[in-house]
């Protein structure tokens, strides 16, 4: 397989910053089908047989990286997974070093999470491979703003007008930036709620809408998207303490008990259970939150789909004749 840039996508997809809502439908209208896939007794389609994924983790992650894996294994598609522990990075080879010999052993695309933001672009212009961005430092995790938009599509319908509120570490969190990116792109209104201390300070720029309180936020919306608080990413002194903050902006049943209407609960993983959220609302009617790690998969594997040069015809797409 030929790395491609005339996909519908380009070459790669570092962020939904720069997709357009027709770009990024077609992503969520391939990965509607796609999800079928993940029923059948035998989970797999020869669709991208031939082709070879690197799957480039520099940080930790549980749901991304297995996801990625699985959605590229449905396809077909040989992978291969390489963690900064136990390579040659550890050594200080650099990322770029590290992608062209990978390249020399005629690889396809390259599934890319780094700590720094930027890295995953960095990279898409160094290499020939197409490169899927799994989340760079605090800019973007765009696979999550996809697969929380599929979610939401799904169980809200045509997102235009609906309300949705990213609550709690707004300031450290790329899945914060893809999903407001995603979400004002599909005609969605976006709120977020959070101490002032982690919400960026040019926030009201990106057309968003702030609630001081969480009482407001569930009072507004059809859904939260509730963020986990980024204690690896924090200097001391953004919040007073876990308690403090789950006290004041931690998703409740209480709380949630008091809403004017039926609100989705969402959250990305992995979850500090007691601090933005409690165990009960987690697990409760409200969650849709391991509906977000089903529709992962799919919205994984229609990306790669996609940015193999695939046309978006979905009926072939699940077929896995294409
Ligand atoms: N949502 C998310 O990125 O989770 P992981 O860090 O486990 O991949």
């Known amino acids: 397989m030929t790395p491609t840039a005339s996909s519908v996508l380009g070459k790669d997809l570092l962020g939904l910053e720069h997709l357009s ?4 439908n077609v992503i969520l209208d391939t990965a509607g089908p796609l999800k079928e896939i993940s029923e ?11 082709a070879t994924v690197v799957n480039l983790f520099f940080e930790a ?21 390489v963690a900064s522990s136990g390579s040659s990075i550890s050594k200080g080879e650099t990322l770029v070093d590290t992608a062209r010999n990978l390249e020399a052993m005629r690889i396809d695309m390259v599934v890319i999470r780094h700590h720094a933001s ?14 899927i961005n799994a989340g760079d430092g605090t800019h973007e995790h765009p696979t999550q703003g996809l697969l929380d938009l599929l ?13 949705i509120c990213i609550c709690g570490d707004v300031l450290h969190s790329r899945v914060a930036r893809s999903n407001i990116w995603g979400l004002t792109k599909l005609g969605a209104e976006v709120a977020v ?22 009482e407001q936020a569930i009072e507004w919306a059809d859904a ?11 200097q001391a002194g953004y919040i007073p303490s876990l308690r403090e903050y789950n006290r004041v902006f931690g998703v409740t049943s209480e709380r949630l008990d008091r809403a004017p209407r039926d609100i989705l609960i969402l959250h990305p993983g992995p979850m500090n259970r007691g601090v933005e959220i409690d165990s009960d609302v987690a697990d409760g009617p409200h969650s849709v939150i391991l509906d977000q790690v089903t529709n992962g998969v799919a919205v994984r594997m229609a990306v790669l789909y996609l940015l193999a040069g695939n046309k978006p015809t979905l009926a072939t797409a699940a077929r896995g004749d294409a």
Do not use: Y
């Not at 809502?21 to 990024?24: D, H, S």
């Not at 059948?40 to 031939?50: E, Q």
């Open 151 to 163: 979610t939401l599509r799904d169980k809200l319908g045509d997102l235009r007008g609906k309300r």
């Open 193 to 214: 709620c959070g101490p002032r201390s982690l919400l960026p300070n040019a926030i009201g720029e990106m057309g968003v809408q702030v609630f001081d309180r969480i």
């Open 21 to 24: 809502a027709e770009q990024i």
């Open 40 to 50: 059948r007794a035998i989970k797999k389609v020869p669709t991208l047989r031939g």
């Open 118 to 131: 930027g890295a995953a672009k960095f990279l898409a212009e160094r290499i020939e491979s197409n490169v």
């Open 224 to 234: 939260l998207n509730v963020l986990r608080l980024q204690l690896e990413r924090m």
């Open 61 to 81: 992650s549980t749901r991304t990286r297995i996801s990625f894996e699985f959605a590229e294994k449905r396809l077909s598609a040989d992978t291969v997974n």
